[in-house]
């Protein structure tokens, strides 16, 4: 394994703009109560934009900075962009929303500036990104770095030959296809994605670029939603994050 080295983790002290899966009772009637953060529906794998004309944050539990070392303030500005949306796309989900997060030119940079100064002569030759979100953040960092973009994507987008591999959701399975020799044998991959929730899409594209010979030397994503311990999944390839729930 060609992983990285991983600086222990870093709490921010000042938690008061760093607010997610909370709710404000404004966002409720008096006599609604929010959906409990037990329920298993909260945290599935639901994240992205939402068209909610006000941008309005819902405050709460803290995030912290995980993998990122000193005390880099960049990581408290991209923490208060991003909001949670609850009940989208359906009752009981909290949607971790990131376009929030690219309404802010500064937060985006320092987003994409945090991954490519981690990655940058590390003899990485691809970025793989997950659908869909994953293009949004890969390419930039691929382009920093000098390495190709692989896009990981849903059935049937990829006009060529693709290697497929099947995974479960926490309702089902999916598939994941990658173009057949898009990647190399021995090619050192980073594999990135918005979030983290129970680990099975980036465990998918793992198994995908593990069975043409390159190597996983790290998944990189902006969010982790430690409670459903996706990190497990992916035994010991190695995972880097920005902001996680305490």
């Not at 609604?32 to 709460?60: H, K, M, N, V």
């Not at 190709?148 to 059935?155: D, S």
């Amino acid at each position: 394994m060609n992983a990285l080295s991983q600086p222990p983790p870093l709490k921010i002290s000042d938690v008061s703009s760093l607010r997610t899966s909370v709710f404000t009772k404004d966002f409720f009637t008096p006599n609604t109560a929010p959906p409990s953060r037990s329920d298993p529906l909260i945290y599935t794998r639901f994240t992205g934009g939402a068209t909610i004309p006000e941008r309005r944050r819902i405050s709460g539990a803290a995030m912290t900075t995980s993998n990122v070392g000193g005390t880099d303030d960049r990581i408290a500005r991209i923490a208060s962009t991003i909001r949670v949306i609850p009940d989208f796309p359906k009752p009981g989900i909290l949607f971790q929303d990131i376009t929030t997060l690219l309404l802010d030119p500064k937060a985006f940079k320092d987003t994409i500036d945090l991954f490519v100064e981690r990655y940058k002569d590390k003899n990485i030759n691809v970025i793989a990104g997950i659908e869909a979100r994953g293009f949004i953040f890969g390419p930039p960092i691929a382009l920093a770095i000098g390495a190709k973009f692989v896009p990981m994507r849903k059935p049937k987008k990829l006009p060529g030959e693709v290697i497929s591999e099947e995974y479960s959701l926490e309702y089902g399975t999916d598939i994941m296809e990658m173009h057949v020799g898009a990647v190399q044998p021995g090619e050192n991959a980073v594999i990135v994605d918005d979030l983290i929730a129970t680990g099975g899409t980036l465990n998918a594209a793992i198994s995908l670029l593990g069975r043409v010979g390159a190597t996983v030397v790290e998944c990189a994503c902006v969010i982790e939603l430690k409670e459903l311990k996706g990190r497990e999944k992916l035994g010991d390839n190695p995972l880097f994050v920005l902001v996680s729930e305490t």
